[in-house]
């Protein structure tokens, strides 16, 4: 804030030949114009601002750059939301291995043209809700127009021949993919030892209780096995690839029984010479004949 004084008269005084103006202008030491009232525009006497009015200027500047940078946000997130410039023009899906990439493909379709931004892993999942072979999905945006999609499949851990057909079923008993003649090269390599038909299809209970066994032995220990029968829930029996047949009995205490079956098969033959039949229904005291 800044307080003028007015001039004296003595200093508005002028000789007709400008004497006075001259001693006024000497005697001025370098101070400013003055106005036509006498004020002077520069005054040695500056208040400083408040200290609530510089703080309350400080917060209105905050407040703007808040606005302003929420404002450009917005404008981002709904060009990236709207813009057909960023829409699903491609969707590549990685790891499926029975889920097949012209099936994936089907399923997907709809999103193609729907921009990136608005495709959730939700809507992903409800596309690929029905195929049982699907276990999750991770999705993430390829920009600038692309899905990436990466399939977690339930391991199949059994199969049903079912006249040319080669029918996997999961540990759940759900029969997650099917193979005609033409396809049977693409269901080797899987460790899914061979469930009769008639154990699949005529006792639903005893097929389960079959399924959740071979579901709890660990890949290696699959692989060593031909097949898998049982009579009721109490008697499953698996075929060894070598011929001998393990007693496993019902699906309680399979962590025990896997370990077993694992020391056996991982045991030097000759230890087993004549041993026709493993009976592990009770995994600590197994039995051998």
């Known amino acids: 804030m800044k307080l003028r004084f007015p001039r004296r008269a003595t200093d508005r005084a002028t000789d007709p030949d400008g004497s006075a103006e001259q001693t006024r202008d000497s005697d001025s030491f370098g101070e400013e114009d003055e106005d036509e009232f006498g004020f002077s525009d520069e005054s040695p006497l500056d208040f400083p601002e408040p200290a609530a009015v510089t703080r309350r200027r400080r917060r209105r500047r905050r407040i703007l750059t808040l606005l302003i940078s929420i404002a450009v946000l917005l404008g981002v997130v709904a060009t990236l939301y709207f813009s057909p410039l960023l829409v699903v023009r ?10 097949t990439d012209e099936r994936a493909q089907e399923l997907l379709g709809p999103l193609h043209g729907t921009p990136l931004a608005q495709v959730s892993q939700r809507d992903v999942e409800n596309l690929l809700e029905d ?29 049903v021949h079912v006249g040319e057909e080669i029918l996997f079923y999961s540990q759940e008993g759900e029969l997650i993919r099917t193979f005609d003649e033409s396809q049977r090269s693409d269901a080797e390599g899987y460790a899914t030892p061979v469930i009769s038909a008639e154990a699949a299809l005529e006792n639903e209970s005893v ?6 066994v071979l579901g709890q032995l660990p890949e290696g220990a699959r692989e060593s096995l031909d097949s898998a029968t049982a009579e009721s829930r109490d008697s499953v029996q698996l075929e060894l690839q070598d011929g001998r047949t393990v007693v496993w009995g019902n699906d309680e205490r399979g962590e025990e029984k896997a370990a077993v079956l694992e020391a056996i098969l991982g045991s030097p033959a000759a230890e087993f010479d004549g041993v026709e039949v493993l009976d592990i229904s009770t995994p600590s005291a197994p039995v051998t004949r």
């Open 90 to 99: 491609a969707i590549a899906v990685q790891d499926n291995e029975l889920l």
């Open 207 to 212: 097929f389960r209780t079959i399924v959740s």
């Open 131 to 159: 195929e049982h072979a699907v276990d999750e999905v991770i999705v993430a945006a390829r920009l600038p127009e692309g899905l990436e999609i990466l399939v977690i499949e339930h391991p199949p851990v059994a199969e």
